[in-house]
């Protein structure tokens, strides 16, 4: 049974690959995405190469687990989507007539919709497990796919189609005129909103399963949140703060594949419990880069103002000295923020210190054996709450 799984999770790999094999070539001879950076394209490949590949891994170790058929049912869709773009956009506007089955490929522009609802509702919906959070979250369920499908129907039976990032449409042969007045008007309105709702459940779902989690389920779900919040702050700063930017535009599309990383890690229970690590350190770096970014930029800012003269560029010296100056607040910055993240976000660690540091200062003045003993047990159970804590002391050696 292991072996047909690991053989269905590779070949739907090898699929993956063939058509990113024959897509890029295309790409190339197209000029490229209109409308896109070729590193954000590239980012991109590397994010639905991460969906493949980690479905794939937990379709062959875990295939009653949904995640895996779904990352991989992602993976396969956008391949074999961007081929169909590719294709007709040869066929059509860089070297017209040259292929067959342009008109098919050009068709094939509704694969977005089963994608999008795909990583926007089922992934939240079912993640860690693959199963519902109960019965009663099933019509949420229903209702996407039922949503979903009427849409990709109206899109797939438009009377032209729009060749995606290109503005050249065909007509399409199966098309139906009141397709575009149902997408248009009122049931296509409908329509996506229950999505939109669908959507919001499903994150709702996400939420209520992590505030019932304990244990590995709960690290599972902290590794499935903390990459969904960097891709989020990625896409803040690529959309509203560096608009335009090659290099923010780039790790925005890296932080894609993060989301089928962590998953992969949580659902397999690869180093599952270096999360809080992770995000503590992420908190402590980020704060700190913030802080140090900003003293430095008012720093100079400040100096080049005075000195420099409004208008021109700040003196050497004072990017000198605010370098300097933000070299030598690096630890005590760093400790002062540590301290208040563990405070703040680890608090057991932080209580565990300070029971720690508080029997150190006792043990000094403790001549009774017995106290210190029960003592010394006592912070143990505190600090590292074991199951059950025991202390044997050795007897000293007798004199001959």
């Given at each position: 049974?292991?072996?047909?799984?690991?053989?269905?999770?590779?070949?739907?790999?090898?699929?993956?690959?063939?058509?990113?094999?024959?897509?890029?070539?295309?790409?190339?001879?197209?000029?490229?995405?209109?409308?896109?950076e070729?590193?954000?394209?590239?980012?991109?490949?590397?994010?639905?190469?991460?969906?493949?590949?980690?479905?794939?891994?937990?379709?062959?170790?875990r295939?009653?687990?949904?995640i895996?058929?779904?990352?991989?049912?992602?993976?396969?869709?956008?391949?074999?989507?961007?081929?169909?773009?590719?294709?007709?956009?040869?066929?059509?506007?860089?070297?017209?007539?040259?292929?067959?089955?342009?008109?098919?490929?050009?068709?094939?522009?509704?694969?977005?919709?089963?994608?999008?609802?795909?990583?926007?509702i089922?992934?939240?919906?079912?993640?860690?497990?693959?199963?519902?959070?109960?019965?009663?979250?099933?019509?949420?369920?229903?209702?996407?796919?039922?949503?979903?499908?009427?849409?990709?129907v109206?899109?797939?039976?438009?009377?032209?189609?729009?060749?995606?990032?290109?503005?050249?449409?065909?007509?399409?042969?199966?098309?139906?005129?009141?397709?575009?007045?149902?997408?248009?008007?009122?049931?296509?309105?409908v329509?996506?909103?229950?999505?939109?709702?669908?959507?919001?459940?499903?994150?709702?779902?996400?939420?209520?399963?992590?505030?019932?989690?304990?244990?590995?389920?709960?690290?599972?779900?902290?590794?499935?949140?903390?990459?969904?919040?960097?891709?989020?702050?990625?896409?803040?700063?690529?959309?509203?703060?560096?608009?335009?930017?090659v290099?923010?535009?780039?790790?925005?599309?890296?932080?894609?594949?993060?989301?089928p990383?962590a998953?992969?890690?949580?659902?397999?229970?690869?180093?599952?419990?270096?999360?809080?690590?992770?995000?503590?350190?992420?908190?402590?770096?980020?704060?700190?880069?913030?802080?140090?970014?900003?003293?430095?930029?008012?720093?100079?800012?400040?100096?080049?103002?005075?000195?420099?003269?409004?208008?021109?560029?700040?003196?050497s010296?004072?990017?000198?000295?605010a370098?300097?100056?933000?070299?030598?607040?690096?630890?005590?910055?760093?400790?002062?923020?540590?301290?208040?993240?563990?405070?703040?976000?680890?608090?057991?660690?932080?209580?565990?210190?300070?029971?720690?540091?508080?029997?150190?200062?006792?043990?000094?003045?403790?001549?009774?054996?017995?106290?210190?003993?029960?003592?010394?047990?006592?912070?143990?159970?505190?600090?590292?709450?074991?199951?059950?804590?025991?202390?044997?002391?050795?007897?000293?050696?007798?004199?001959?």
């Open positions: 049974m292991g072996k047909r799984w690991a053989r269905v999770a590779w070949s739907m790999v090898a699929t993956f690959i063939v058509c990113w094999a024959v897509s890029i070539p295309f790409m190339v001879a197209n000029g490229g995405t209109p409308g896109q070729p590193g954000f394209v590239v980012a991109l490949v590397v994010a639905f190469t991460a969906f493949m590949g980690v479905g794939a891994v937990i379709v062959a170790h295939p009653s687990n949904a895996g058929w779904i990352f991989s049912a992602v993976g396969l869709l956008a391949a074999t989507g961007s081929l169909a773009i590719e294709y007709a956009a040869y066929a059509y506007v860089t070297r017209p007539g040259s292929l067959p089955g342009a008109i098919l490929a050009a068709w094939y522009q509704w694969w977005w919709n089963p994608m999008l609802g795909l990583i926007l089922y992934i939240p919906l079912l993640f860690p497990t693959g199963r519902l959070l109960s019965a009663r979250w099933r019509p949420v369920a229903v209702v996407a796919a039922a949503a979903l499908a009427a849409i990709t109206l899109e797939a039976l438009q009377p032209t189609i729009t060749l995606q990032n290109r503005s050249y449409t065909v007509r399409n042969p199966i098309g139906v005129d009141g397709a575009q007045k149902l997408a248009g008007g009122a049931v296509g309105g329509l996506f909103g229950m999505v939109l709702i669908c959507v919001a459940a499903a994150f709702a779902s996400i939420v209520l399963r992590f505030r019932r989690s304990r244990g590995v389920e709960r690290q599972q779900l902290k590794w499935f949140t903390y990459a969904v919040v960097l891709m989020i702050l990625a896409q803040q700063l690529n959309d509203y703060l560096f608009p335009g930017v290099v923010v535009n780039v790790v925005f599309g890296l932080t894609i594949a993060l989301v990383i998953a992969g890690i949580a659902i397999l229970r690869y180093r599952l419990y270096d999360i809080d690590r992770l995000i503590n350190r992420t908190l402590v770096y980020g704060l700190l880069t913030a802080l140090l970014g900003g003293i430095y930029g008012g720093t100079v800012l400040v100096l080049g103002q005075v000195f420099g003269g409004v208008g021109q560029d700040p003196p010296w004072a990017v000198a000295g370098t300097l100056a933000v070299a030598a607040l690096f630890q005590p910055a760093r400790r002062r923020i540590q301290a208040v993240v563990d405070r703040r976000f680890n608090r057991r660690r932080y209580n565990a210190a300070k029971t720690v540091e508080a029997f150190s200062l006792r043990l000094r003045d403790e001549v009774d054996l017995d106290a210190l003993s029960a003592e010394l047990l006592a912070v143990a159970d505190q600090t590292m709450q074991p199951t059950t804590a025991s202390l044997w002391l050795r007897q000293p050696a007798r004199r001959q």
